[in-house]
Protein backbone atom coordinates (compact mmCIF):
# COMPACT_ATOMS: atom_id res chain seq x y z
CA UNK A 1 0.00 0.00 0.00
CA UNK A 2 1.20 3.63 -0.83
CA UNK A 3 0.91 6.30 1.77
CA UNK A 4 0.25 10.25 1.36
CA UNK A 5 0.70 13.44 3.53
CA UNK A 6 -2.99 14.24 4.11
CA UNK A 7 -2.34 17.74 3.59
CA UNK A 8 -1.86 20.13 6.36
CA UNK A 9 -2.29 17.53 8.94
CA UNK A 10 1.09 16.25 8.78
CA UNK A 11 -0.34 12.96 8.63
CA UNK A 12 0.72 10.08 6.53
CA UNK A 13 -2.29 7.60 5.05
CA UNK A 14 -2.77 5.29 3.00
CA UNK A 15 -3.77 6.17 -0.75
CA UNK A 16 -6.84 4.42 -0.84
CA UNK A 17 -8.75 5.01 2.25
CA UNK A 18 -12.27 3.80 3.50
CA UNK A 19 -15.81 5.61 2.94
CA UNK A 20 -17.62 4.20 5.71
CA UNK A 21 -21.07 5.41 4.45
CA UNK A 22 -22.60 2.26 3.53
CA UNK A 23 -21.83 0.95 7.21
CA UNK A 24 -24.05 3.60 8.39
CA UNK A 25 -26.68 4.26 5.77
CA UNK A 26 -28.59 4.57 2.82
CA UNK A 27 -26.96 2.07 0.69
CA UNK A 28 -29.21 -1.02 2.13
CA UNK A 29 -28.57 -3.19 5.11
CA UNK A 30 -25.07 -3.37 6.29
CA UNK A 31 -25.57 -6.41 9.74
CA UNK A 32 -22.81 -5.14 12.50
CA UNK A 33 -21.05 -8.05 11.92
CA UNK A 34 -20.55 -7.21 8.33
CA UNK A 35 -19.07 -3.68 9.41
CA UNK A 36 -16.88 -5.37 11.79
CA UNK A 37 -15.44 -7.47 9.11
CA UNK A 38 -14.67 -4.63 6.45
CA UNK A 39 -13.36 -2.48 9.10
CA UNK A 40 -10.86 -5.38 10.22
CA UNK A 41 -10.03 -6.43 6.09
CA UNK A 42 -9.63 -2.86 5.08
CA UNK A 43 -7.14 -2.38 8.06
CA UNK A 44 -5.00 -5.93 7.64
CA UNK A 45 -5.08 -4.84 3.52
CA UNK A 46 -3.12 -1.42 4.71
CA UNK A 47 -6.05 1.06 5.21
CA UNK A 48 -4.99 3.73 7.57
CA UNK A 49 -7.58 5.95 6.91
CA UNK A 50 -11.36 5.56 7.46
CA UNK A 51 -13.89 8.51 6.58
CA UNK A 52 -17.03 8.72 8.32
CA UNK A 53 -19.79 11.17 9.31
CA UNK A 54 -22.18 12.14 11.89
CA UNK A 55 -25.28 11.49 9.81
CA UNK A 56 -24.25 8.03 8.54
CA UNK A 57 -26.73 6.11 10.38
CA UNK A 58 -26.94 9.06 12.92
CA UNK A 59 -23.95 7.93 14.09
CA UNK A 60 -23.80 4.65 13.65
CA UNK A 61 -20.94 4.24 11.42
CA UNK A 62 -18.90 6.75 14.07
CA UNK A 63 -19.97 4.25 16.79
CA UNK A 64 -19.02 1.20 14.82
CA UNK A 65 -15.29 2.54 14.11
CA UNK A 66 -15.54 3.91 17.92
CA UNK A 67 -15.58 0.19 18.84
CA UNK A 68 -13.05 -0.82 16.52
CA UNK A 69 -10.55 1.58 17.55
CA UNK A 70 -11.09 0.37 21.00
CA UNK A 71 -10.52 -3.32 20.20
CA UNK A 72 -7.28 -2.40 17.96
CA UNK A 73 -5.72 0.57 20.11
CA UNK A 74 -2.59 -0.33 18.44
CA UNK A 75 -3.71 0.23 14.97
CA UNK A 76 -2.12 2.99 13.00
CA UNK A 77 -5.61 4.89 12.12
CA UNK A 78 -6.30 8.56 10.89
CA UNK A 79 -10.27 8.84 11.34
CA UNK A 80 -12.29 11.64 9.35
CA UNK A 81 -15.49 12.64 10.43
CA UNK A 82 -18.29 15.56 8.82
CA UNK A 83 -20.61 17.49 10.79
CA UNK A 84 -23.34 19.73 9.99
CA UNK A 85 -25.78 17.45 8.00
CA UNK A 86 -28.36 16.88 10.88
CA UNK A 87 -29.80 20.75 10.97
CA UNK A 88 -31.34 22.68 8.39
CA UNK A 89 -29.09 23.55 6.08
CA UNK A 90 -29.09 27.71 6.61
CA UNK A 91 -25.51 29.62 7.20
CA UNK A 92 -26.88 30.49 10.31
CA UNK A 93 -26.09 27.22 11.81
CA UNK A 94 -22.67 26.93 11.24
CA UNK A 95 -21.55 28.93 14.20
CA UNK A 96 -19.48 27.88 17.13
CA UNK A 97 -21.97 26.81 19.67
CA UNK A 98 -23.49 24.21 17.22
CA UNK A 99 -19.98 23.26 15.99
CA UNK A 100 -18.76 22.46 19.94
CA UNK A 101 -22.58 20.39 20.67
CA UNK A 102 -21.96 18.22 17.18
CA UNK A 103 -17.90 17.33 17.44
CA UNK A 104 -18.94 16.40 21.12
CA UNK A 105 -21.31 13.98 19.73
CA UNK A 106 -19.11 12.31 17.71
CA UNK A 107 -15.78 12.25 20.32
CA UNK A 108 -18.32 10.09 21.90
CA UNK A 109 -19.41 7.86 19.19
CA UNK A 110 -15.17 8.07 18.15
CA UNK A 111 -14.46 7.37 21.67
CA UNK A 112 -11.62 10.03 21.57
CA UNK A 113 -10.44 12.96 23.36
CA UNK A 114 -9.36 14.65 19.86
CA UNK A 115 -10.94 14.18 16.77
CA UNK A 116 -8.12 13.68 14.43
CA UNK A 117 -10.44 15.29 11.26
CA UNK A 118 -13.61 17.13 11.18
CA UNK A 119 -15.00 17.97 7.98
CA UNK A 120 -18.14 20.53 7.22
CA UNK A 121 -19.92 18.46 5.38
CA UNK A 122 -21.00 19.67 1.73
CA UNK A 123 -22.44 23.11 3.66
CA UNK A 124 -24.51 25.80 1.70
CA UNK A 125 -22.11 27.78 -0.12
CA UNK A 126 -22.47 31.00 1.59
CA UNK A 127 -20.56 29.27 4.15
CA UNK A 128 -17.52 29.41 2.57
CA UNK A 129 -17.00 33.28 2.32
CA UNK A 130 -17.64 33.51 6.48
CA UNK A 131 -14.61 34.29 8.11
CA UNK A 132 -16.76 33.78 11.67
CA UNK A 133 -16.80 29.93 10.18
CA UNK A 134 -13.25 29.79 10.37
CA UNK A 135 -12.33 31.72 13.14
CA UNK A 136 -14.65 29.07 14.68
CA UNK A 137 -12.71 25.96 13.66
CA UNK A 138 -9.46 27.61 14.42
CA UNK A 139 -10.90 28.06 18.23
CA UNK A 140 -11.73 24.26 18.06
CA UNK A 141 -8.18 23.58 17.19
CA UNK A 142 -6.88 26.13 20.20
CA UNK A 143 -8.87 23.98 22.34
CA UNK A 144 -8.08 20.54 20.80
CA UNK A 145 -11.35 19.41 20.42
CA UNK A 146 -10.20 18.76 16.50
CA UNK A 147 -6.60 18.53 15.39
CA UNK A 148 -7.32 19.48 12.28
CA UNK A 149 -10.52 20.55 9.50
CA UNK A 150 -11.09 20.52 6.31
CA UNK A 151 -14.35 20.30 3.87
CA UNK A 152 -16.31 18.20 1.78
CA UNK A 153 -17.07 20.15 -1.25
CA UNK A 154 -20.21 19.95 -4.05
CA UNK A 155 -18.45 21.98 -6.59
CA UNK A 156 -15.03 22.79 -8.09
CA UNK A 157 -15.65 26.46 -7.13
CA UNK A 158 -16.51 25.82 -3.28
CA UNK A 159 -12.96 23.75 -3.65
CA UNK A 160 -11.12 26.70 -4.44
CA UNK A 161 -12.72 28.83 -1.52
CA UNK A 162 -11.89 26.17 0.90
CA UNK A 163 -7.89 26.12 -0.17
CA UNK A 164 -7.96 29.63 -0.39
CA UNK A 165 -8.32 29.33 3.12
CA UNK A 166 -5.24 28.99 5.81
CA UNK A 167 -6.72 27.00 7.98
CA UNK A 168 -8.46 24.24 5.60
CA UNK A 169 -6.33 21.07 5.50
CA UNK A 170 -8.26 18.87 3.01
CA UNK A 171 -10.83 19.02 0.80
CA UNK A 172 -13.01 16.15 0.04
CA UNK A 173 -14.10 16.32 -3.39
CA UNK A 174 -16.07 13.31 -5.69
CA UNK A 175 -13.45 12.94 -8.17
CA UNK A 176 -13.44 9.52 -10.37
CA UNK A 177 -13.26 9.18 -14.25
CA UNK A 178 -16.77 10.43 -14.85
CA UNK A 179 -16.20 13.47 -12.59
CA UNK A 180 -13.12 14.74 -14.25
CA UNK A 181 -13.49 18.98 -13.64
CA UNK A 182 -10.96 19.08 -10.46
CA UNK A 183 -8.27 18.11 -12.31
CA UNK A 184 -9.00 21.52 -14.17
CA UNK A 185 -8.07 23.99 -11.32
CA UNK A 186 -8.56 22.06 -7.64
CA UNK A 187 -5.98 20.15 -7.79
CA UNK A 188 -3.34 22.06 -8.84
CA UNK A 189 -4.44 25.05 -6.46
CA UNK A 190 -4.62 22.24 -3.84
CA UNK A 191 -0.54 21.09 -4.58
CA UNK A 192 0.54 24.34 -4.41
CA UNK A 193 -1.15 25.21 -0.84
CA UNK A 194 -0.49 22.04 0.22
CA UNK A 195 -3.66 20.94 1.10
CA UNK A 196 -4.79 17.41 0.94
CA UNK A 197 -7.52 16.14 -1.11
CA UNK A 198 -9.69 13.48 -0.49
CA UNK A 199 -11.68 11.57 -2.79
CA UNK A 200 -14.67 10.55 -2.57
CA UNK A 201 -17.56 8.41 -4.79
CA UNK A 202 -14.62 7.02 -7.12
CA UNK A 203 -16.54 4.20 -8.34
CA UNK A 204 -19.20 6.67 -9.44
CA UNK A 205 -21.63 4.63 -6.91
CA UNK A 206 -20.52 1.29 -8.33
CA UNK A 207 -20.85 2.13 -11.83
CA UNK A 208 -17.31 2.25 -12.61
CA UNK A 209 -17.12 -2.05 -11.18
CA UNK A 210 -18.47 -2.59 -14.88
CA UNK A 211 -21.07 -5.08 -12.45
CA UNK A 212 -24.50 -3.45 -13.35
CA UNK A 213 -26.49 -3.38 -16.06
CA UNK A 214 -29.67 -1.05 -17.54
CA UNK A 215 -31.95 -3.74 -15.74
CA UNK A 216 -30.09 -3.99 -12.47
CA UNK A 217 -32.32 -2.85 -9.33
CA UNK A 218 -31.63 -1.75 -6.35
CA UNK A 219 -32.95 -1.71 -2.48
CA UNK A 220 -35.59 0.79 -1.70
CA UNK A 221 -33.51 2.52 1.57
CA UNK A 222 -30.64 2.30 -1.33
CA UNK A 223 -29.85 6.20 -2.08
CA UNK A 224 -28.90 4.59 -5.66
CA UNK A 225 -33.09 4.02 -5.84
CA UNK A 226 -34.10 7.26 -4.06
CA UNK A 227 -31.92 9.96 -5.07
CA UNK A 228 -30.94 9.27 -8.78
CA UNK A 229 -32.75 12.54 -9.74
CA UNK A 230 -31.24 14.53 -6.36
CA UNK A 231 -34.82 13.95 -4.37
CA UNK A 232 -32.77 13.77 -1.11
CA UNK A 233 -29.60 15.43 -1.59
CA UNK A 234 -27.47 16.95 -4.23
CA UNK A 235 -28.23 14.47 -7.30
CA UNK A 236 -24.07 14.18 -7.96
CA UNK A 237 -23.77 11.90 -4.66
CA UNK A 238 -25.59 9.69 -6.84
CA UNK A 239 -23.94 8.20 -9.33
CA UNK A 240 -21.74 11.28 -10.07
CA UNK A 241 -25.27 12.38 -11.18
CA UNK A 242 -24.34 11.01 -14.64
CA UNK A 243 -27.71 9.98 -16.14
CA UNK A 244 -27.74 5.85 -15.27
CA UNK A 245 -27.95 4.05 -18.32
CA UNK A 246 -25.49 6.33 -20.08
CA UNK A 247 -23.29 5.29 -17.19
CA UNK A 248 -23.60 1.61 -17.61
CA UNK A 249 -22.69 2.05 -21.01
CA UNK A 250 -19.87 4.01 -20.57
CA UNK A 251 -18.64 2.01 -18.07
CA UNK A 252 -18.46 -0.96 -19.97
CA UNK A 253 -16.47 0.72 -22.32
CA UNK A 254 -14.11 1.80 -18.97
CA UNK A 255 -14.31 -1.91 -18.13
CA UNK A 256 -12.25 -2.42 -21.56
CA UNK A 257 -10.07 0.05 -20.74
CA UNK A 258 -9.03 -1.60 -17.78
CA UNK A 259 -8.89 -5.10 -19.18
CA UNK A 260 -6.08 -3.73 -21.79
CA UNK A 261 -4.09 -2.46 -18.46
CA UNK A 262 -4.50 -6.33 -16.96
CA UNK A 263 -6.75 -5.01 -14.39
CA UNK A 264 -10.22 -5.26 -13.06
CA UNK A 265 -12.79 -2.12 -13.63
CA UNK A 266 -12.86 -1.22 -10.22
CA UNK A 267 -8.77 -1.52 -9.43
CA UNK A 268 -8.48 0.37 -12.13
CA UNK A 269 -10.83 3.19 -11.61
CA UNK A 270 -9.38 3.08 -8.09
CA UNK A 271 -5.51 3.13 -8.94
CA UNK A 272 -6.31 5.84 -11.57
CA UNK A 273 -8.00 8.18 -9.26
CA UNK A 274 -4.74 7.56 -6.29
CA UNK A 275 -2.27 7.87 -9.00
CA UNK A 276 -3.44 11.53 -9.44
CA UNK A 277 -0.92 14.37 -8.63
CA UNK A 278 -2.47 15.66 -5.65
CA UNK A 279 -4.66 13.37 -4.42
CA UNK A 280 -4.19 12.07 -0.72
CA UNK A 281 -6.64 9.72 -0.49
CA UNK A 282 -9.58 7.81 -2.33
CA UNK A 283 -12.17 6.54 -0.19
CA UNK A 284 -14.16 3.94 -2.00
CA UNK A 285 -16.80 2.32 0.65
CA UNK A 286 -17.12 -1.35 1.13
CA UNK A 287 -20.26 -3.89 2.02
CA UNK A 288 -18.21 -6.81 2.29
CA UNK A 289 -14.42 -8.28 2.99
CA UNK A 290 -14.07 -9.41 -0.63
CA UNK A 291 -14.91 -5.35 -1.56
CA UNK A 292 -12.40 -4.18 1.10
CA UNK A 293 -9.82 -6.17 0.12
CA UNK A 294 -10.01 -5.43 -3.98
CA UNK A 295 -10.34 -1.91 -3.31
CA UNK A 296 -7.18 -2.12 -0.97
CA UNK A 297 -5.47 -4.06 -3.84
CA UNK A 298 -5.89 -1.01 -5.82
CA UNK A 299 -3.11 0.95 -3.53
CA UNK A 300 -0.17 -0.98 -4.63
CA UNK A 301 -1.29 -1.02 -8.53
CA UNK A 302 1.35 -0.29 -10.97
CA UNK A 303 1.69 2.55 -12.80
CA UNK A 304 -1.62 3.23 -15.14
CA UNK A 305 0.42 6.31 -17.30
CA UNK A 306 -0.21 8.76 -19.62
CA UNK A 307 -2.10 6.68 -22.55
CA UNK A 308 -4.31 5.45 -19.83
CA UNK A 309 -5.41 9.31 -18.77
CA UNK A 310 -5.81 10.21 -22.27
CA UNK A 311 -8.05 7.27 -22.91
CA UNK A 312 -9.80 8.24 -19.58
CA UNK A 313 -10.56 11.71 -20.61
CA UNK A 314 -11.55 10.75 -24.22
CA UNK A 315 -14.84 8.70 -22.74
CA UNK A 316 -15.38 11.47 -20.12
CA UNK A 317 -15.26 14.49 -23.32
CA UNK A 318 -17.61 11.96 -25.79
CA UNK A 319 -19.75 10.86 -23.01
CA UNK A 320 -20.52 13.37 -20.00
CA UNK A 321 -18.38 16.32 -20.14
CA UNK A 322 -21.57 18.37 -21.75
CA UNK A 323 -23.82 17.48 -18.89
CA UNK A 324 -21.37 17.38 -15.93
CA UNK A 325 -18.72 19.75 -16.46
CA UNK A 326 -21.26 23.11 -15.88
CA UNK A 327 -23.04 21.77 -13.01
CA UNK A 328 -20.40 20.85 -10.66
Not at 57 to 65: A, F, P, V
Not at 147 to 171: C, F, H, K, N, Q
Not at 307 to 325: G, K, P, Q, S
Request: charged fraction near 20%; glycine fraction near 8%.
Amino acid sequence: MQHRTLGRTGRDVSVIGLGTWQLGADWGEVSEADARAVLDASAAAGVTFFDTADVYGDGRSESLIGAWRRENPDAPLTVATKMGRRVEQIPANYVLENFRSWIDRSRRNLGVETLDLVQLHCPPTAVYSDDAVFDALDTLVEEQAIAAYGVSVETTAEALDAIARPGVATVQIILNAFRLKPLDEVLPAAIEAGVGIIARVPLASGLLSGRYSHDTEFAANDHRSFNRNGEAFDQGETFSGVDYDQGVEAAQEFSALAAGAGLAPATAALAWVSQLPGVSSVIPGARSVAQAESNAAAGSAPELGDDFTAAVRDLYDRRFRAEVHPRW
